[in-house]
């Protein structure tokens, strides 16, 4: 199983990122796993920042992140995106996704994560 993030990079303050992630291998149809990014900044715990359920109609976010950030999901596609509008620096981290097939408590499969850093 692989889940390939990417789209991160260095954005200024206000300015906007699309992150992408790219699942292959999963035992199951990829529409049926829940999709989750969750990042982690320097010195600090890993920490969730939203998920989108297999149908796609559900989703959750974070409080730090509502409003700002969407996520979506392409299941013909295998993909997982989320949109980060008026990044500030406290959003600086390296992002992950994860996945976990309905049912399932706890993310089974976690991807590399790409670097997200918002310069104020």
């Known amino acids: 199983v692989q889940l390939q993030a990417s789209g991160g990079g260095l954005v200024q303050a206000g300015g906007s990122l699309r992150l992408s992630c790219a699942a292959s291998?999963?035992?199951?149809?990829?529409?049926?796993?829940?999709m989750a990014w969750f990042r982690q900044a320097p010195g600090k715990e890993r920490e969730f920042v939203a998920l989108?359920?297999?149908?796609?109609?559900?989703?959750a976010y974070a409080e730090s992140v509502k409003g700002r950030f969407t996520i979506s999901r392409d299941n013909a596609k295998n993909t997982v995106f989320l949109q980060m509008n008026s990044l500030k620096s406290e959003d600086t981290a390296v992002y992950s996704c994860?996945?976990?097939?309905?049912?399932?408590?706890?993310?089974?499969?976690w991807g590399q994560g790409t670097q997200v850093t918002v310069s104020s």
């Open positions: 989108i359920r297999s149908s796609g109609s559900s989703t």
């Open positions: 994860a996945a976990k097939h309905v049912g399932t408590a706890r993310y089974n499969y």
């Open positions: 291998g999963l035992t199951f149809t990829f529409s049926t796993y829940t």
